[in-house]
């Protein structure tokens, strides 16, 4: 059974408040009286509780990590440039897969407010994420990485989607492809919009016109681009070039076409988006627009953590994404 503040005090022979402000460091509490009860609860093999000692001193150093999924490689990266700069300043991540979905997503929100955790950095289902945190008004420091939002008030972490989108396009147009079709996942995001608007205006100065058409995909997981390259592939619409909203889409669209027999990139070169560690893998070799994973969770905690110190009220900050080549491209 675990020891409590009521058996160091009958071993004290203190009430339970003084072993409570001298496990707390209280100023009214002597030096004397706080080490002599330190070293009971020491010898008692006490371990304090957490949420009880956060409802105390108002915090409990622990943040919140949601992401949509665990199972794409670009996540496990961000989530190590937080819990990397979380540990250094003494805080502890919670981590939570929402799997792209707003119940998943609102409970967990839900369980971390009861858990009384001191912030949370969210890579947001939707644009319906914002207007339930917004609605919710609680309390809790948020963190946006991944997609932006139009208030003023929120932090976020994200970089320039619509400039990832246009670097994506234009490279392919200078390798002299002109029938370029854009495969990303659903529209209620602003990174998706942001990618298409950059790949829009990629076509529109270089002469060339956006078919709506072109435009597909139904998730941001491999199936979406398996399925839509396949769904192309009946309908006779196979494009020369595909812009990929991130590299899990490219994958799935690389594996449709090579069992299809289409060879990457001779007869149709691919491009993503994220620069997932395994994309640069010899049999893969994918081009794509990197973001620097890393740094958006590093940067992210970095603010949320001077967001519950009082230190900032908001910060918004957009990174530059940058273009790597390698080998699912070709000039025509």
């Known amino acids: 059974m675990a020891v409590?503040?009521?058996?160091?005090?009958?071993?004290?022979?203190?009430?339970?408040?003084?072993?409570?402000?001298?496990?707390n460091d209280h100023p009214e509490i002597s030096d004397e009286t706080k080490k002599r009860i330190k070293e009971i609860a020491k010898q008692m093999g006490y371990t304090p509780n957490a949420v009880a000692r956060g409802l105390v001193k108002k915090n409990t150093n622990m943040i919140a990590l949601l992401i949509p999924d665990i199972t794409n490689?670009?996540?496990?990266?961000?989530?190590?440039?937080?819990?990397?700069?979380?540990?250094?300043?003494?805080?502890?991540?919670?981590?939570c897969n929402t799997?792209?979905?707003?119940?998943?997503?609102?409970?967990?929100?839900?369980?971390?407010?009861?858990?009384?955790?001191?912030?949370?950095?969210?890579?947001?289902?939707?644009?319906?994420?914002?207007?339930?945190?917004?609605?919710?008004?609680?309390?809790?420091?948020?963190?946006?990485?991944?997609?932006?939002?139009?208030?003023?008030?929120?932090?976020?972490?994200?970089?320039d989607d619509f400039k990832a989108g246009y670097i994506a396009?234009?490279?392919?147009?200078?390798?002299g492809h002109r029938n370029i079709a854009f495969?990303?996942?659903?529209?209620?995001?602003?990174s998706h919009m942001d990618r298409i608007n950059g790949y829009k205006r990629?076509?529109?100065?270089?002469?060339?016109?956006?078919?709506?058409?072109?435009?597909?995909?139904?998730?941001?997981?491999?199936?979406?681009?398996?399925?839509?390259?396949?769904?192309?592939?009946?309908?006779?619409?196979?494009?020369s070039a595909i812009v990929a909203e991130n590299d899990i889409i490219a994958l799935g669209?690389?594996?449709?076409?090579?069992?299809?027999?289409?060879?990457?990139?001779d007869d149709i070169s691919i491009i993503g988006i994220d620069d997932i560690e395994f994309?640069?893998?010899?049999k893969i070799n994918l081009t794509t627009v990197a973001q620097p994973k890393f740094e958006i969770g590093q940067t992210a905690c970095s603010i949320l953590l001077d967001l519950i110190s009082g230190s900032v009220d908001s910060r918004r900050v957009i990174l530059e994404p940058f273009l790597i080549v390698r080998g699912t491209c070709k000039e025509v």
């Open 4 to 23: 409590t503040i009521k058996d160091i005090a009958k071993v004290a022979g203190v009430s339970y408040a003084t072993v409570s402000r001298a496990l």
């Open 73 to 95: 490689p670009f996540y496990p990266e961000v989530a190590r440039g937080v819990e990397d700069f979380a540990r250094e300043n003494g805080y502890c991540v919670f981590l």
């Open 99 to 159: 799997n792209w979905d707003e119940k998943n997503e609102q409970k967990y929100l839900n369980i971390l407010k009861e858990r009384r955790v001191d912030g949370i950095i969210i890579a947001p289902v939707s644009v319906g994420t914002y207007e339930y945190i917004s609605k919710e008004k609680d309390d809790i420091p948020v963190v946006y990485i991944g997609s932006r939002t139009e208030d003023d008030t929120s932090s976020y972490v994200v970089i």
């Open 169 to 175: 396009t234009e490279y392919l147009i200078k390798l």
């Open 183 to 190: 495969i990303g996942g659903h529209d209620r995001s602003t």
């Open 202 to 239: 990629a076509l529109m100065e270089n002469g060339l016109e956006a078919d709506i058409n072109s435009i597909m995909g139904y998730s941001f997981k491999k199936e979406s681009g398996y399925g839509t390259f396949l769904e192309m592939i009946k309908n006779r619409k196979v494009p």
């Open 253 to 265: 669209i690389m594996e449709s076409a090579e069992r299809h027999g289409y060879r990457v990139p």
């Open 279 to 282: 994309g640069a893998l010899p």
